[in-house]
Nanobody, 115 residues
Framework: QVQLVESGGGLVQPGGSLRLSCAAS????????RGWYRQAPGKQRELVAR???????YYVDDVAGRFTISRDNDKNTVYLQMNSLKPEDTAVYYC?????????WGQGTQVTVSS
C-alpha cells in the first residue's frame, strides 16, 4: 500500500513563507492528478491547488498568485510553495493523489499563521 507523507508545516508569521512536501512511499501508476487540500477548524476540507499528469495547474482564488504547486516525478514528490501567508491560511494541509484505480491521502501537516 503506497503512502503519502507530508512535511514542511509549522508556525509562521503573517507575510511569511513555507514549502510543503508530499512524498509517495512507492510508485503510483496512471496518475490523473496530485493535489493539496486544507481543512480549518470547523470547516470542510477544501481544494487549494492541483496539478494534472500533463502539468496543468489549478488554484483556488484565495491562494492564486501566492501559492505554487509543483512536482518532481523522479522523487515521486509534490510541493506547495506558500508565500505571503495570511492568518486565514491556518489549517491542516493534506496532499492527495488521484489515479485511475485509487485515491490516496496523506495524514496532514499543520500550518499556523500567527504573530
Amino acid at each position: 500500500q503506497v503512502q503519502l507523507v507530508e512535511s514542511g508545516g509549522g508556525l509562521v508569521q503573517p507575510g511569511g513563507s513555507l514549502r510543503l512536501s508530499c512524498a509517495a512511499s512507492g510508485g503510483i501508476t496512471e496518475i490523473i492528478s496530485r493535489g493539496w487540500y486544507r481543512q480549518a477548524p470547523g470547516k470542510q476540507r477544501e481544494l487549494v491547488a492541483r496539478i494534472t499528469s500533463i502539468g496543468s495547474t489549478y488554484y483556488v482564488d484565495d491562494v492564486a498568485g501566492r501559492f505554487t504547486i509543483s512536482r518532481d516525478n523522479d522523487k515521486n514528490t509534490v510541493y506547495l510553495q506558500m508565500n505571503s501567508l495570511k492568518p486565514e491560511d491556518t489549517a491542516v494541509y493534506y496532499c492527495n493523489v488521484v489515479a485511475i484505480s485509487v485515491t490516496i491521502w496523506g495524514q496532514g501537516t499543520q500550518v499556523t499563521v500567527s504573530s
